[in-house]
Protein backbone atom coordinates (compact mmCIF):
# COMPACT_ATOMS: atom_id res chain seq x y z
CA UNK A 1 0.00 0.00 0.00
CA UNK A 2 1.10 3.59 -0.53
CA UNK A 3 2.91 5.30 2.48
CA UNK A 4 1.36 8.88 3.96
CA UNK A 5 3.11 10.78 2.25
CA UNK A 6 2.64 9.76 -1.08
CA UNK A 7 -1.26 9.25 -0.50
CA UNK A 8 -3.36 11.85 -2.56
CA UNK A 9 -6.79 13.12 -1.43
CA UNK A 10 -9.30 12.42 -4.21
CA UNK A 11 -10.92 14.35 -6.39
CA UNK A 12 -9.11 17.75 -4.89
CA UNK A 13 -7.98 19.37 -8.60
CA UNK A 14 -11.01 17.91 -10.37
CA UNK A 15 -13.59 19.23 -7.78
CA UNK A 16 -11.36 22.63 -8.11
CA UNK A 17 -12.14 23.43 -11.84
CA UNK A 18 -15.59 23.68 -11.21
CA UNK A 19 -15.91 26.14 -8.78
CA UNK A 20 -17.63 29.11 -9.07
CA UNK A 21 -15.23 30.80 -7.55
CA UNK A 22 -12.73 31.58 -10.42
CA UNK A 23 -12.27 33.91 -12.39
CA UNK A 24 -10.04 32.57 -15.19
CA UNK A 25 -11.10 29.64 -17.31
CA UNK A 26 -7.40 28.16 -17.27
CA UNK A 27 -8.53 24.91 -15.78
CA UNK A 28 -8.56 21.52 -17.95
CA UNK A 29 -12.64 21.55 -18.95
CA UNK A 30 -12.10 20.01 -22.67
CA UNK A 31 -12.42 16.30 -23.59
CA UNK A 32 -9.26 13.99 -23.75
CA UNK A 33 -6.43 15.66 -25.98
CA UNK A 34 -3.84 13.95 -27.86
CA UNK A 35 -0.48 15.18 -28.10
CA UNK A 36 1.12 14.00 -31.56
CA UNK A 37 4.47 13.53 -33.18
CA UNK A 38 4.21 12.50 -36.23
CA UNK A 39 7.40 11.99 -38.35
CA UNK A 40 9.92 14.16 -36.83
CA UNK A 41 13.40 14.00 -37.35
CA UNK A 42 16.03 16.37 -35.92
CA UNK A 43 19.15 17.78 -36.66
CA UNK A 44 21.55 20.29 -34.59
CA UNK A 45 23.66 22.65 -36.18
CA UNK A 46 26.57 20.89 -37.34
CA UNK A 47 25.67 17.56 -35.89
CA UNK A 48 24.97 14.30 -37.92
CA UNK A 49 26.52 12.95 -41.23
CA UNK A 50 24.60 13.51 -44.30
CA UNK A 51 20.48 12.99 -43.70
CA UNK A 52 21.40 11.29 -40.38
CA UNK A 53 20.33 13.71 -37.00
CA UNK A 54 19.91 13.33 -33.77
CA UNK A 55 16.56 12.00 -34.15
CA UNK A 56 15.22 9.84 -37.07
CA UNK A 57 11.13 9.59 -38.12
CA UNK A 58 9.74 9.76 -34.72
CA UNK A 59 5.69 8.89 -34.35
CA UNK A 60 4.39 8.60 -31.28
CA UNK A 61 1.12 9.87 -29.82
CA UNK A 62 0.32 10.08 -26.22
CA UNK A 63 -2.96 11.01 -24.84
CA UNK A 64 -4.34 12.63 -21.51
CA UNK A 65 -4.93 9.48 -19.85
CA UNK A 66 -1.71 7.85 -20.52
CA UNK A 67 1.80 7.40 -18.90
CA UNK A 68 4.62 7.11 -21.42
CA UNK A 69 7.62 6.57 -20.23
CA UNK A 70 10.86 6.99 -23.14
CA UNK A 71 13.96 5.07 -22.00
CA UNK A 72 17.30 4.51 -24.03
CA UNK A 73 20.80 4.84 -24.12
CA UNK A 74 22.48 8.00 -23.05
CA UNK A 75 22.56 10.11 -26.31
CA UNK A 76 19.17 8.18 -27.75
CA UNK A 77 17.82 11.70 -27.84
CA UNK A 78 15.58 11.01 -25.30
CA UNK A 79 16.32 15.16 -23.88
CA UNK A 80 15.58 16.12 -27.63
CA UNK A 81 12.41 14.26 -27.87
CA UNK A 82 11.15 16.00 -25.06
CA UNK A 83 12.10 19.34 -25.93
CA UNK A 84 10.52 19.37 -29.35
CA UNK A 85 7.35 17.95 -27.71
CA UNK A 86 7.27 20.78 -25.08
CA UNK A 87 8.18 23.14 -28.06
CA UNK A 88 11.30 24.52 -26.89
CA UNK A 89 12.77 22.66 -30.12
CA UNK A 90 11.67 23.35 -34.04
CA UNK A 91 11.76 19.39 -35.48
CA UNK A 92 13.50 19.66 -39.29
CA UNK A 93 11.09 17.66 -40.50
CA UNK A 94 7.70 16.12 -39.54
CA UNK A 95 5.12 17.83 -37.50
CA UNK A 96 4.18 18.45 -33.33
CA UNK A 97 0.41 18.48 -32.64
CA UNK A 98 -1.87 18.96 -29.43
CA UNK A 99 -5.76 18.12 -30.16
CA UNK A 100 -4.21 18.21 -34.01
CA UNK A 101 -2.95 21.81 -33.93
CA UNK A 102 0.30 22.31 -34.71
CA UNK A 103 2.84 23.84 -32.36
CA UNK A 104 4.73 26.46 -32.62
CA UNK A 105 6.60 26.78 -28.91
CA UNK A 106 5.83 26.20 -25.66
CA UNK A 107 2.23 26.10 -24.58
CA UNK A 108 0.60 26.27 -21.18
CA UNK A 109 -1.02 23.23 -22.53
CA UNK A 110 1.94 21.73 -21.46
CA UNK A 111 4.51 21.66 -18.39
CA UNK A 112 7.96 20.79 -18.43
CA UNK A 113 9.62 19.12 -14.60
CA UNK A 114 13.24 18.49 -14.95
CA UNK A 115 15.85 16.79 -13.28
CA UNK A 116 17.19 19.81 -11.17
CA UNK A 117 13.98 22.13 -11.63
CA UNK A 118 15.02 25.53 -9.48
CA UNK A 119 12.41 26.72 -7.14
CA UNK A 120 12.77 30.62 -6.60
CA UNK A 121 14.44 30.34 -2.68
CA UNK A 122 13.45 33.87 -2.43
CA UNK A 123 9.40 32.49 -2.86
CA UNK A 124 7.82 30.10 -0.05
CA UNK A 125 6.38 27.28 -1.40
CA UNK A 126 2.81 28.96 -2.13
CA UNK A 127 3.98 31.37 -3.91
CA UNK A 128 6.36 29.13 -6.01
CA UNK A 129 3.43 26.79 -6.77
CA UNK A 130 1.74 30.32 -7.87
CA UNK A 131 4.34 31.76 -9.51
CA UNK A 132 3.32 30.97 -13.59
CA UNK A 133 -0.37 32.08 -12.56
CA UNK A 134 1.07 35.11 -12.06
CA UNK A 135 2.93 35.93 -14.92
CA UNK A 136 -0.56 35.48 -15.92
CA UNK A 137 -2.30 37.81 -14.35
CA UNK A 138 -4.25 35.60 -12.44
CA UNK A 139 -5.53 37.68 -9.09
CA UNK A 140 -3.71 36.74 -5.57
CA UNK A 141 -6.43 34.78 -3.80
CA UNK A 142 -7.23 32.58 -7.17
CA UNK A 143 -3.24 31.72 -7.05
CA UNK A 144 -3.18 30.79 -3.59
CA UNK A 145 -5.99 28.99 -3.21
CA UNK A 146 -5.00 27.00 -6.26
CA UNK A 147 -1.82 26.91 -4.40
CA UNK A 148 -3.13 25.10 -1.37
CA UNK A 149 -5.27 22.69 -3.60
CA UNK A 150 -1.93 21.54 -5.26
CA UNK A 151 -0.09 21.51 -1.83
CA UNK A 152 -2.91 18.92 -0.84
CA UNK A 153 -2.64 16.94 -4.31
CA UNK A 154 1.59 16.37 -3.38
CA UNK A 155 1.07 15.83 0.28
CA UNK A 156 2.39 18.80 1.39
CA UNK A 157 -0.96 20.02 3.28
CA UNK A 158 0.19 22.75 5.23
CA UNK A 159 3.79 23.73 3.80
CA UNK A 160 2.90 26.34 1.80
CA UNK A 161 4.72 29.44 4.10
CA UNK A 162 8.04 26.95 4.17
CA UNK A 163 10.68 28.38 2.54
CA UNK A 164 12.33 26.23 -0.15
CA UNK A 165 15.94 25.62 2.20
CA UNK A 166 12.97 23.99 4.62
CA UNK A 167 12.44 21.55 2.38
CA UNK A 168 13.85 18.11 1.70
CA UNK A 169 15.02 17.09 -1.83
CA UNK A 170 11.54 14.92 -2.88
CA UNK A 171 9.52 17.57 -1.27
CA UNK A 172 11.09 20.21 -3.44
CA UNK A 173 10.73 18.08 -6.49
CA UNK A 174 7.01 17.78 -5.43
CA UNK A 175 6.69 21.45 -5.10
CA UNK A 176 8.24 21.68 -8.54
CA UNK A 177 5.16 18.96 -10.11
CA UNK A 178 3.25 20.95 -8.11
CA UNK A 179 4.28 24.06 -9.74
CA UNK A 180 4.18 22.80 -13.53
CA UNK A 181 0.09 21.56 -12.65
CA UNK A 182 -0.62 25.01 -11.61
CA UNK A 183 -1.82 26.22 -15.13
CA UNK A 184 -3.90 22.56 -15.31
CA UNK A 185 -1.44 21.46 -18.37
CA UNK A 186 -2.90 18.66 -20.52
CA UNK A 187 0.34 16.76 -20.62
CA UNK A 188 2.93 16.86 -18.13
CA UNK A 189 6.98 16.30 -19.35
CA UNK A 190 9.14 15.27 -17.10
CA UNK A 191 13.47 14.44 -17.71
CA UNK A 192 14.65 12.50 -15.27
CA UNK A 193 12.67 13.82 -12.55
CA UNK A 194 13.50 11.61 -9.91
CA UNK A 195 17.48 10.52 -10.99
CA UNK A 196 18.67 13.47 -8.40
CA UNK A 197 17.11 11.13 -5.21
CA UNK A 198 17.96 8.75 -2.94
CA UNK A 199 16.48 5.11 -3.93
CA UNK A 200 14.30 5.32 -0.68
CA UNK A 201 12.96 9.12 -1.45
CA UNK A 202 13.09 8.19 -5.54
CA UNK A 203 11.08 4.71 -4.65
CA UNK A 204 7.96 6.92 -2.71
CA UNK A 205 7.80 9.30 -5.23
CA UNK A 206 6.97 6.92 -7.66
CA UNK A 207 4.00 5.88 -6.19
CA UNK A 208 3.32 9.79 -5.99
CA UNK A 209 3.73 10.12 -9.31
CA UNK A 210 1.18 7.63 -10.23
CA UNK A 211 -0.98 9.21 -7.64
CA UNK A 212 -0.69 12.37 -9.38
CA UNK A 213 -1.27 11.25 -12.92
CA UNK A 214 -4.72 9.33 -11.91
CA UNK A 215 -5.83 12.48 -8.91
CA UNK A 216 -5.20 15.13 -12.80
CA UNK A 217 -5.89 13.23 -15.68
CA UNK A 218 -2.70 14.44 -17.16
CA UNK A 219 -0.71 13.03 -19.73
CA UNK A 220 2.32 12.01 -18.77
CA UNK A 221 5.44 11.36 -20.82
CA UNK A 222 8.23 10.85 -18.41
CA UNK A 223 12.23 9.77 -19.01
CA UNK A 224 14.18 7.70 -17.45
CA UNK A 225 17.81 6.03 -17.36
CA UNK A 226 16.35 2.93 -14.93
CA UNK A 227 14.79 -0.03 -16.57
CA UNK A 228 12.73 -0.89 -12.78
CA UNK A 229 11.05 2.99 -12.50
CA UNK A 230 10.06 2.63 -16.48
CA UNK A 231 8.68 -0.28 -15.98
CA UNK A 232 6.93 0.28 -12.85
CA UNK A 233 5.06 3.87 -13.65
CA UNK A 234 4.22 3.22 -17.45
CA UNK A 235 1.46 2.36 -19.47
CA UNK A 236 3.47 2.47 -22.42
CA UNK A 237 7.38 1.84 -23.09
CA UNK A 238 8.89 3.58 -25.50
CA UNK A 239 12.12 2.43 -26.27
CA UNK A 240 15.01 4.50 -28.39
CA UNK A 241 17.96 3.28 -30.15
CA UNK A 242 20.89 5.86 -30.71
CA UNK A 243 22.41 7.25 -33.65
CA UNK A 244 19.92 8.35 -34.73
CA UNK A 245 17.64 8.42 -32.49
CA UNK A 246 14.93 6.33 -33.13
CA UNK A 247 11.79 4.23 -31.74
CA UNK A 248 12.60 0.58 -31.41
CA UNK A 249 10.12 -1.10 -29.37
CA UNK A 250 6.59 0.36 -28.29
CA UNK A 251 5.62 -1.90 -25.35
CA UNK A 252 2.25 -1.93 -23.34
CA UNK A 253 2.33 -2.15 -19.33
CA UNK A 254 -0.20 -1.85 -16.72
CA UNK A 255 2.23 -2.45 -13.42
CA UNK A 256 1.81 1.04 -12.54
CA UNK A 257 -2.18 0.27 -12.69
CA UNK A 258 -2.03 -2.42 -10.86
CA UNK A 259 -0.22 -0.34 -7.80
CA UNK A 260 -2.70 2.38 -7.83
CA UNK A 261 -5.46 -0.42 -7.47
CA UNK A 262 -4.00 -1.53 -4.08
CA UNK A 263 -1.24 -4.05 -4.87
CA UNK A 264 1.93 -3.64 -3.20
CA UNK A 265 5.45 -1.68 -5.10
CA UNK A 266 7.16 -4.81 -3.31
CA UNK A 267 4.51 -7.36 -4.63
CA UNK A 268 4.20 -6.23 -7.98
CA UNK A 269 8.15 -6.22 -8.58
CA UNK A 270 8.83 -10.11 -7.38
CA UNK A 271 5.93 -11.02 -9.99
CA UNK A 272 7.20 -13.47 -12.38
CA UNK A 273 5.69 -11.03 -14.86
CA UNK A 274 7.91 -7.90 -14.10
CA UNK A 275 11.12 -9.88 -13.90
CA UNK A 276 10.06 -11.38 -17.26
CA UNK A 277 8.95 -8.15 -18.66
CA UNK A 278 12.86 -6.30 -16.93
CA UNK A 279 14.46 -9.08 -18.91
CA UNK A 280 12.61 -8.15 -22.44
CA UNK A 281 13.37 -4.16 -21.90
CA UNK A 282 16.72 -4.71 -20.78
CA UNK A 283 17.62 -6.88 -24.09
CA UNK A 284 15.13 -4.29 -26.41
CA UNK A 285 17.45 -1.74 -24.71
CA UNK A 286 20.94 -3.34 -25.53
CA UNK A 287 19.88 -4.91 -28.64
CA UNK A 288 21.33 -3.08 -31.70
CA UNK A 289 19.23 -3.42 -34.88
CA UNK A 290 20.81 -3.42 -38.25
CA UNK A 291 19.00 -1.03 -39.97
CA UNK A 292 21.60 2.32 -39.60
CA UNK A 293 24.96 0.25 -39.01
CA UNK A 294 26.11 0.51 -42.40
N1 LIG B 1 22.22 21.70 -28.42
C1 LIG B 1 22.81 20.67 -29.04
N2 LIG B 1 23.61 20.87 -30.09
C2 LIG B 1 24.20 19.84 -30.75
N3 LIG B 1 24.03 18.54 -30.39
C3 LIG B 1 23.24 18.28 -29.34
C4 LIG B 1 22.59 19.32 -28.61
N4 LIG B 1 21.87 18.75 -27.60
C5 LIG B 1 22.06 17.42 -27.72
N5 LIG B 1 22.90 17.15 -28.76
C6 LIG B 1 23.30 15.81 -29.21
O1 LIG B 1 22.11 15.08 -29.51
C7 LIG B 1 22.24 13.73 -29.13
C8 LIG B 1 21.09 13.36 -28.25
O2 LIG B 1 21.15 14.13 -27.05
P1 LIG B 1 20.04 14.05 -25.94
O3 LIG B 1 20.45 14.99 -24.86
O4 LIG B 1 18.72 14.24 -26.56
O5 LIG B 1 20.21 12.52 -25.47
P2 LIG B 1 19.65 11.78 -24.21
O6 LIG B 1 19.07 10.50 -24.68
O7 LIG B 1 18.75 12.68 -23.44
O8 LIG B 1 20.98 11.48 -23.39
P3 LIG B 1 21.14 11.27 -21.81
O9 LIG B 1 20.56 9.93 -21.50
O10 LIG B 1 22.63 11.29 -21.62
O11 LIG B 1 20.47 12.40 -21.11
C9 LIG B 1 23.61 13.60 -28.46
O12 LIG B 1 24.50 13.08 -29.42
C10 LIG B 1 23.99 15.02 -28.12
O13 LIG B 1 25.37 15.20 -28.15
MG1 LIG C 1 18.82 13.51 -21.51
Not at 67 to 84: A, C, D, E, P, Q
Not at 157 to 168: H, R, T
Not at 229 to 256: H, K, N, Q, S
Request: a positive charge; hydrophobic letters at 45%; one cysteine or more.
Amino acid sequence: MLDAASRIPSGTVAASRHRAGYQCRQWKVDPLGKLSLNQVSLSYPGAGIGHVGILHNVTLSLDEREFVVVIGRSGSGKTSLLNLAAGFLTPSHGSIAVDGAAITGPGSDRAVVFQDDALYPWLNARDNIGFPLKLRHVAKRVRDTRAEELLDLVGLSGSGDKKIWELSGGMRQRVGIARALASDPKFLLMDEPLGALDALTRSRMQSFLLNVWQATSTGVLLITHSIDEALFLATRVIVLEPTPGRITADIPLDFGRRHLAGESAASIRSSSAFKTAYERLTLAIHTETAEFAA
